[in-house]
């Protein structure tokens, strides 16, 4: 029996020791079992298993052959039983993660199409994606179930952009004419303080603003025009998530006359279904080949006011059409008074894969192309509504970045 001032689990030094080589084993899995001498608890024992299924699915034979060691199954009970036990084992940024590596790594995608399946996944951007990439081949049990699980998606994108989005657009449109009787919310200080610096009272260190400058607040009318062309190839799923779910808040704002177009080597005018985003994702055909051009052709003819409107061009720049056509296109736009911004993405992923070559010579002509974070597209619409330079802008957030 022990002594009572004896810890019954032996010394700190025994219990971290313990605790990290269980860590190890659930990092280095079963290989690492006999090295490490204690064991795992019950629940480090399922959330190891769960592991297991999906990263211990494949491995090496003696005879340079793929052998199956795990793995989810072939039934949708048992992918239901997994996705269960990792979101009681995991953290939903680690669910996420271990879905997307399911639906790579095992060809889960192909049981997404059973709508019981889909009421056990924790629903993310890159889920959506996949379920609108599915979309022709579902039945229409399982597409009522996708599109709910889609709007859940759409609704958490919304309730993260919508707002800054709408106050940065109002800032930047509603914003535009100057006043010298503003109202006190609508007072700018920065300018109203360098237009009375003559009157600097030293002996009390302070300016006597005897001119207010302000915005006036602009008619509700329509002020600009907006125009998003979205690349729907399968290399931009989470920027046509994204790109769709912006472009409704857009049109949602009544100082905008917002368009959708998607494109792929076809083209699809999506501004009708601007009122309901899901249904805008459920219009997209994510996958197949790219013209770009093709699609920046249609996009440029929705322009009514060159001078008024914002080209936002979602694309990775590879380009399977006509490359040459594509850059005089841009070019005689930028001409006409269109701003013009193209994003190699859209989305909270690293560094995209683009045409290096391409994006040169947009530059070249004067067209900023960058990536961007769906938290930093509100600030690039305010300064691009703003006619402001957006190249120097987006060198900024990337220095930032750094």
Known sequence: MPDATEPVGGTPAEDEGDSRDRRWRLLLGEPAEEALTPGLTVDEQQMDQA???????????????????????????????????????????????????????????SLLLEPELLDSVQPDVHLAATLVSLNRVMPETTR??????????????ERRIAQ??????????????????PRPR?????????????????????????RLVGYARASPAVSRDVVVALDQSGSMAESVVF?????AVLASVRSLRTSLVVFDTEVVDLTPHLDDPVDVLFGCQLGGGTDINRGLAYAAG??????????????????????????????????SGVTVVVL?????????????????ALEALGVPAFACTPDAFPDLLAVALRRGDVGAWAAQQQAGRA
């Not at 700018?188 to 260190?205: F, G, M, Q, S, V």
């Not at 060159?306 to 070019?331: H, I, S, Y």
């Not at 190699?344 to 040169?360: I, K, R």
């Open 51 to 109: 592991l297991g299924a999906l990263y211990d699915a494949e491995e090496p034979g003696e005879d340079g052959r793929t052998r199956r060691r795990g793995g989810l199954g072939a039934t949708a009970p048992s992918v239901a039983r997994w996705l269960g036990d990792i979101r009681t084992y995991f953290p939903t940024s680690v669910v996420q993660v271990l879905q997307r590596d399911a639906i790579e790594r095992l060809d889960l995608a």
């Open 144 to 157: 009522r179930t996708a599109r709910v699980v889609v709007g859940r998606v759409v609704a958490e994108i």
């Open 164 to 181: 800054p989005t709408r106050s940065a657009v109002h800032g930047a449109v509603n914003r535009a004419s100057r006043t010298s009787r």
């Open 186 to 210: 609508d007072i700018d200080w920065n300018a109203t303080i360098a237009a009375n610096l003559k009157h600097y009272l030293p002996e009390h260190r302070t300016v006597v603003p005897e």
């Open 243 to 247: 790109g769709a779910v912006f472009a």
């Open 302 to 335: 929705l322009v009514r006011q060159p001078e008024n409107t914002l080209l936002v061009l979602v694309t990775d720049l590879f380009e399977g059409g006509d490359a040459e056509q594509l850059l005089r296109r841009v070019a005689s736009l930028v001409r």
């Open 344 to 360: 190699l993405a859209l989305s909270d992923s690293g560094t995209p894969a683009y045409d290096h070559e391409h994006a040169a």
